[in-house]
């Protein structure tokens, strides 16, 4: 039987503030309650609509509301967490604490899923927290490049956790008896692939660069590209960064015309930002468009971005479409 290391010992080798391995341990500890709460489904009453609609203008499911006030409880409780965002709050909420960090959260990212169980997951991302003074909204507005620590939970056939501090990216498994355990240390994304993931019902409303590069893909080898692509779309940001962390992939949410001053769907702060920092460090790429998302001041707390990440090279072939307008 394989002898796993266990993520507060991982943890532990990591050269980063112990008081960040402690929002992290936080973190993690809550998304293992979170799964149990995912996973007992209709069993807890848990499923469905929570009959509220977020600052997204979004309907709430009732796992949107519960997984949220676990995290925020969590997070109050934890000694050098300042202040923290939601996607699932139209405020930031300052802890009371000041210094240390900011903590920025999608609770249940692709919740419409959850009634029909596929795979669903918990995005976090961590900033250094301002001295001196309580934190406000504008102290959350960082670069994404200012991320001290980010990760996902997905919950899924297995409960993964996937998360980086000050290095590398590490995938742990959530043991039956509650423990993260290391099973795919240092996980690298593959440079090129032939996977792509994109909503294609929203074809007709792409700029051309993303047309051209979709119609490239589907020509398969009879086209330019002299290879036959696959598609997935699981519609849980999550579930399809994951797979692109295993087995490499591009994953796209444009700019599309149906709502054009709308820059995307996917959230900086919370969604982008933090898939980012993992799929960079992973060794692949996440662009808006034509620069880096990592790259980007945010000006408001819950606007949007398109995204285009996942292997590298690929990444470089879907710029230089969009580059050509
Ligand atoms: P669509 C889930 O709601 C989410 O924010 C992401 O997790 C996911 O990739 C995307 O939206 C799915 O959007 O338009 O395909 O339903």
């Not at 980012?276 to 468009?289: D, N, Q, T, W, Y």
Request: with cysteine; charged share 20%; hydrophobic share 40%.
């Amino acid at each position: 039987m394989t002898a796993f290391v266990d993520l507060a010992a991982r943890l532990a080798a990591e050269p980063a503030d112990a008081a960040l391995k402690d929002v992290v341990l936080t973190i993690a500890e809550t998304c293992a309650q979170i799964s149990r709460v995912v996973a007992s489904g209709a069993l807890s009453g848990s499923l469905g609509a929570a009959g509220s609609t977020n600052v997204q203008d979004e309907e709430q499911k009732k796992l949107d509301v519960i997984t949220n006030d676990m995290l925020s409880d969590a997070l109050k409780a934890c000694g050098p967490v300042a202040g923290l965002a939601s996607e699932e709050l139209e405020e930031v909420e300052p802890t009371g604490r000041v210094g240390g960090y900011l903590v920025t959260f999608d609770p249940l990212d692709g919740s419409s899923n959850i009634d029909v169980n596929v795979s669903v997951g918990t995005i976090f991302s961590v900033l250094p927290a301002p001295a001196g003074h309580a934190p406000t909204e504008g102290d959350f507005l960082q670069p994404g490049r200012n991320q001290v620590a980010a990760g996902y939970a997905v919950y899924g056939p297995q409960t993964m956790l996937v998360v980086t501090l000050s290095g590398g990216v590490n995938g742990f498994t959530l043991s039956a008896d509650g423990r993260w355990l290391l099973t795919h240390p240092d996980l690298a994304i593959k440079p090129d692939t032939a996977e792509f993931a994109i909503n294609m019902s929203n074809q007709r409303h792409w700029a051309p660069g993303v047309r051209r590069y979709i119609d490239g893909c589907l020509q398969g080898k009879d086209g330019a590209r002299g290879k036959n692509f696959n598609m997935r779309w699981v519609a849980s940001m999550v579930a399809d960064v994951h797979r692109i962390m295993m087995r490499g992939g591009v994953f796209m949410y444009p700019w599309d015309a149906r709502e054009p001053d709308k820059p995307g769907k996917l959230r900086l702060m919370y969604e982008a930002n933090p898939m980012s920092l993992l799929v960079e460090r992973a060794g692949g790429k996440s662009i808006e468009g034509l620069t880096e998302i990592l790259d980007i001041k945010p000006a408001k707390l819950h606007q949007r971005v398109p995204v285009v990440l996942g292997s590298a090279n690929e990444v470089e072939v879907i710029r230089a479409e969009m580059r050509a307008g």
